[in-house]
């Protein structure tokens, strides 16, 4: 089964770098992007807009990939969600909430609410509203209250769990080996990652004291897209 759990669409402007979305050409973008992922032979996609800014754009997303699956029984199952920046954590690093395929929007939407964030989701001067809840808050009000999952994403870049910039290096420890955390993003297999990262990860007997888990925690990699990319004669 081929996944991708973090995926932008043209809802949100101000991170998406392909066609912009015009007014009343929702269903064009949704059936544009719904085939490149059929190309892509895709089997699950998450869809974590910052802020929520794919509220209105998902269910023409869903028709879209409905008709997919009519013409060539092809399924694409839609796990909604959102991404934003915690700013109760560290200086602010970057959280992504998943919940059930067919969730109720409104509901998601409040739920971004709870998480800390701000309603306009975008201030007047265009920037993103950040959340002021730290990572317990959130797991909590995630996972326990309403049965999605947290994941951290781009774990060791820029706004991430390990960015030493964004969080100090007690702060990463105390929220990674957090049992309530089960999944972060990583940049490549962890076998191919430094040995550092693998004990890390790993949470084995060799994983530096102070930092294991009482068990592994999950890793996945995801696209972070933010443009559809054309292909040539080539399918390049």
């Known amino acids: 089964m081929k996944c991708d759990l973090q995926m932008q669409t043209p809802a949100d402007a ?23 992922c059929y190309q892509q032979r895709l089997d699950v996609v998450g869809i974590t807009d910052h802020n929520f800014l794919s509220k209105d754009f998902i269910p023409h997303l869903q028709t879209a990939f409905d008709e997919i699956e009519r013409d ?12 934003f920046e915690a700013a109760g954590v560290g200086r602010g690093v970057h959280v992504l909430c998943l919940f059930e395929p067919g969730t109720d929007l409104t509901r998601l939407d409040s739920i971004l609410t709870e998480c800390g964030v701000s309603y306009p989701r975008m ?8 959340s002021d809840k730290n990572l317990k808050e959130i797991l909590r009000t995630t996972q326990d209250k309403y049965g999605g999952i947290v994941i ?6 820029n706004d991430g769990i390990f960015d030493n910039d964004s969080i100090a290096e007690w702060l990463q420890q105390d929220q990674f ?16 990652m430094s040995a550092g990262y693998q004990r890390l990860l790993r949470s084995g007997d060799d994983c530096q004291p102070g930092w294991k888990r009482i068990r592994p925690i999950a890793t996945l990699m ?12 080539h399918q390049k």
């Open 222 to 233: 995801s696209s972070d897209n933010k443009k559809l990319v054309d292909f040539d004669e």
């Open 152 to 157: 951290m994403p781009h774990a060791t870049s």
């Open 123 to 130: 201030n007047a001067a265009g920037q993103l509203e950040k």
């Open 72 to 83: 060539f029984s092809h399924k694409i199952t839609l796990f909604p969600g959102f991404e």
């Open 14 to 36: 101000r991170h998406w770098a392909g066609d912009r979305l015009e007014a009343g050409q929702e269903a064009v973008a949704a059936k544009a992007f719904a085939e490149a």
């Open 177 to 192: 080996t957090n049992p309530d955390l089960l999944a972060v993003e990583v940049p490549k297999p962890v076998h191919l």
